[in-house]
């Protein structure tokens, strides 16, 4: 018996992340033989990432085009490669409207038989996104739907639901072919409980992807945990829907090491970018330090990785002797700042706490350790990057004033923090993602607008703009909101420019300022329509 599984990442509408490549897909089939099914059947796979496949972009003006150039991609593919079964990642919700697209062209155009998977965040999230009554209409006229084209839904994580349905396939169980269900049938969701039980990563499936995953601006993602401890309010984990991101799992140190001397030592591989996307980084102490250890005897006996790795790191669990060791083994880490607001740090949840005196007893200290931090990096001359988000719900004009004091303030012998210390933040406009705290919460509590609630529902070329148009607060409009941070990114790329970091340009500092433009043009066209 044979099997073709072909593997498909869509488009997306946030551009900006387009070269990174996730590696969801390879650990689902990695699991899936390391379960000797192949003894049954010979299970072939292939990886189509349509980011990368000449298609024209997916927007409205282009759609007869794209979907003539997606129908000979799929069939082309489908003539050398006869796939039984279809897996598609709606890792974003950028890529929801891509994603029902291509199922839709796969089920009417090429193979009506097939089976049809999809997964990632969210289709854990909003599952009735994929049936039949929520597709878009444009979609369905065209294609003239009777029925969702997606078979099975694997909620939160992929391995163990997928290896069931091939599975039940090669076992002809009727749980795999849908014959007996009428709608999309949803899997409950099955944790891996031990992350060592995984096989170490096998990136075969990128091989047809090299020329790209080798570029300078591209980047490979791993992990090597999965959960949080933690609840921040604009984060999937402060909310119900992702119950596994709750749960923290950790490898071995063993395994770590092992996973990147593979991805080193594969011979077509040579990518100039590692990103760990733990949740955080390590987030046991003993094991991060472990790695530590581990990591700088293999750099002393091997010589250096040959790829820049970054980490996702939290404020609070990182010491100064922890960011010595960040250095030494040639890691950098990415730190979730948010704000320098002591209020709006407490609103968000970022500090945890029984009480609110407790809570901001935590985010005073969580600020003290950020200022620690931006110090020893300067010292050690340490490159450490922090994400600053604008426009959070619940910003208002008492926290931009907190916030930009922080950084603003003469208390360095009448100097600020700013002027004084290099400080790399990655400014980023809040997006209104679905299934937070937030999302759920932030009107009632801070009277919060969000102007496109299902933004991932508008086909436009302006999507990702549209997930960003949001009033923070009752007391604070959009549009005072991007008024004042223009003013703040300006002061603090100015003076970080002084004093000659090389983080800031004039080339960042314009692309932001017409980000900003774009954002208010939409929504003043809107107000415009709306009157």
Not at 154 to 180: C, L, S
Not at 367 to 382: P, R, S, T, V, W
Not at 502 to 522: H, V
Request: overall charge positive; aromatic content about 16%.
């Amino acid at each position: 018996m044979n099997l073709n599984i072909l593997y498909i990442f869509p488009f997306d509408f946030y551009g900006l992340a387009n070269n990174s490549f996730l590696t969801v897909f390879n650990r689902i089939s990695n699991y899936l033989h390391s379960k000797n099914l192949i003894k049954k059947c010979n299970i072939n796979e292939q990886y189509l990432d349509l980011r990368y496949e000449n298609l024209p972009e997916y927007y409205p003006k282009n759609i007869l085009r794209y979907r003539k150039k997606l129908e000979k991609k799929l069939a082309d593919v489908y003539s050398i490669f006869p796939y039984k079964i279809i897996a598609i990642s709606c890792y974003s919700s950028f890529s929801y409207l891509n994603s029902v697209e291509v199922a839709s062209m796969i089920k009417s155009k090429i193979k009506p038989e097939g089976i049809i998977i999809v997964g990632g965040p969210h289709a854990t999230i909003r599952p009735i996104d994929f049936e039949l009554k929520s597709i878009p209409e444009y979609i369905k006229q065209f294609y003239k739907l009777k029925r969702t084209p997606f078979d099975f839904l694997i909620k939160e994580e992929g391995e163990i639901p997928f290896y069931k349905i091939i599975r039940n396939y090669i076992q002809k169980n009727p749980m795999a072919t849908k014959k007996t269900f009428k709608q999309l049938h949803i899997l409950e969701p099955e944790l891996i409980e031990d992350l060592n039980i995984l096989p170490l990563i096998d990136l075969g499936l990128y091989k047809r992807y090299k020329e790209v995953l080798n570029r300078e601006d591209s980047n490979l993602n791993i992990e090597f945990s999965r959960g949080c401890p933690f609840q921040c309010k604009y984060c999937p984990n402060s909310a119900k829907y992702i119950n596994c991101y709750k749960i923290v799992r950790v490898k071995s140190v063993k395994n770590c090491i092992r996973e990147l001397q593979r991805i080193r030592d594969i011979d077509w591989l040579d990518i100039k970018h590692l990103f760990i996307n733990d949740m955080i980084f390590l987030p046991k102490n003993s094991k991060k330090q472990e790695f530590f250890v581990e990591i700088m005897h293999i750099n002393k006996e091997q010589g250096d990785f040959p790829f820049r790795i970054e980490v996702e790191e939290r404020i609070d669990l990182c010491s100064k002797e922890s960011l010595f060791k960040y250095k030494n083994a040639q890691i950098i880490p990415q730190f979730g700042l948010e704000s320098a607001s002591q209020t709006l740090l407490a609103r968000i949840g970022k500090v945890l706490g029984k009480n609110n005196a407790l809570i901001h007893k935590g985010v005073n200290n969580y600020l003290q350790k950020a200022e620690e931090l931006i110090i020893e990096a300067h010292k050690l001359d340490f490159p450490i990057n922090f994400f600053y988000v604008i426009g959070l719900p619940g910003t208002d004009q008492q926290t931009i004033k907190e916030s930009q004091n922080f950084f603003l303030e003469k208390r360095y012998n009448g100097n600020s923090l700013i002027e004084t210390y290099k400080v790399n933040l990655r400014f980023a406009i809040y997006h209104n993602y679905f299934g937070t705290y937030l999302y759920d919460n932030a009107e009632q509590l801070f009277g919060t607008k969000m102007i496109y609630k299902e933004w991932w529902k508008i086909f436009s070329k302006n999507q990702i703009y549209f997930s960003q148009l949001v009033e923070p607060s009752k007391t604070l409009s959009f549009l005072k909101l991007l008024e004042k941070y223009l003013i703040f990114l300006k002061q603090v790329y100015l003076k970080q420019m002084e004093i000659n970091n090389n983080f800031y340009s004039i080339y960042k500092y314009m692309f932001f300022k017409d980000w900003m433009d774009k954002l208010r043009a939409i929504y003043e066209k809107r107000v415009e329509e709306c009157n």
